[in-house]
């Protein structure tokens, strides 16, 4: 499983570029967060990128974070075991048919396999890690990225980013999100958050499925 994990992250972060890496300079970033860090590839490129970056990796999952731990040794990179969430424990659900790089942290118990994890809103989040400088913010949260719509002080600390890196996980007809808000609503949303400070592009979508990613730059930066 965690070859079947590295070789799709790797795929997805380093050879398709979904968050656009590449159009950032080295050491653009002082401080990132890394939210839904699975087992680290995105922490460990951006390491790579920016030597002197904070960089915050939180991964709920036990057995990626696990994983996690062992390839982000030496690196200097802080980990965090928690969910990106409403600042209350929420419930492991497992998928009937699991993908490597899928789980989902509910706030009711679900049957089958469980676990509870403790979960933190963004701005709770920034601010205990002293967020500071030019920031990078990358969320892949399979759902959890429900709690930030509304949240104004998540809204703010988005508002504030350099870049900004979400994918959103939405109802299709192949999808295990049916829970989440719609496509329609993460697009008004986010464009209502950072259209005024951020030039946005989405892409990486699959109806379908369910999922695609927002990028959002600081208008005016080296990487536009």
Not at 47 to 72: G, M, V, Y
Not at 84 to 104: C, I, Q, S, V
Not at 196 to 203: E, F, K, L, S
Request: hydrophobic share 35%; with cysteine.
């Amino acid at each position: 499983m965690l070859a079947r994990t590295t070789q799709l992250a790797n795929q997805a972060l380093v050879l398709k570029d979904i968050y656009e890496l590449e159009r950032f300079p080295r050491n653009s970033f002082d401080f990132v967060l890394d939210l839904g860090a699975n087992i680290g590839v995105f922490s460990r490129t951006l390491r790579t990128l920016n030597r002197k970056a904070k960089i915050i990796a939180l991964e709920p999952n036990k057995q990626n974070f696990s994983w996690l731990s062992d390839n982000l040794i030496g690196l200097d990179i802080t980990l965090d075991n928690r969910a990106l969430g409403n600042g209350e424990l929420l419930w492991f659900r497992a998928e009937k048919t699991p993908h490597p790089l899928d789980h989902r942290f509910v706030e009711s118990e679900p049957i089958g396999e469980t676990y509870q994890i403790p979960s933190e809103r963004l701005g709770t989040l920034f601010h205990a890690y002293n967020g500071f400088g030019d920031y990078c913010i990358k969320i892949n949260c399979e759902g959890g990225e429900q709690y930030l719509l509304g949240d104004l002080e998540a809204e703010e600390v988005l508002r504030g980013a350099k870049k900004v890196g979400l994918m959103i996980h939405f109802p299709g007809s192949k999808s295990a999100h049916n829970d989440c808000p719609t496509w329609k609503e993460y697009t008004t949303w986010i464009n209502g958050v950072l259209s005024a400070t951020h030039d946005i592009r989405y892409g990486y979508s699959d109806r379908r499925r369910g999922r695609g990613i927002f990028n959002a730059i600081r208008r005016g930066e080296r990487g536009v």
